[in-house]
């Protein structure tokens, strides 16, 4: 069982950065890739970064990729998304997740956080 708390969403000007935490309890997560997803109001969740177990993976879509940058310390069982030259179309409810094998989809990861709201202001 692992539980994840996310933190350090808010509100930021367009260009601005933002730095997001998930926390997460229980003594297995350096066995856990973990993922970042994000939903907007009316549309579904999607996949914005994920990290392999180890730390030396990781993926991106598109649209962040050269914006944002996952990392994690398994000794702090701690995993940030690093956003950086943030758009008004990045504003969503951010959640992180935890997976036992990398995966871009919301149906490969089996715990989530309860959500951080990031929202750009133009």
């Known amino acids: 069982q692992v539980q994840l708390v996310e933190s350090g969403g808010g509100l930021v000007q367009a260009g601005g950065s933002l730095r997001l935490s998930c926390a997460a309890s229980?003594?297995?997560?350096?066995?856990?890739?973990m993922g970042w997803f994000r939903q907007s109001p009316g549309k579904e969740r999607e996949f914005v970064a994920a990290i392999s177990w180890s730390g030396v993976s990781t993926y991106y879509t598109d649209s962040v990729k050269g914006r944002f940058t996952i990392s994690r310390d398994n000794a702090k069982n701690t995993v940030y998304l690093q956003m950086n030259s943030l758009k008004p179309e990045d504003t969503a409810v951010y959640y992180c997740?935890?997976?036992?094998?990398?995966?871009?989809?919301?149906?490969?990861?089996?715990?989530w956080g309860q959500g951080t709201q990031v929202t750009v202001d133009s």
């Open positions: 229980g003594r297995t997560f350096s066995s856990y890739a």
């Open positions: 997740a935890a997976s036992s094998g990398t995966s871009y989809n919301v149906d490969g990861y089996k715990y």
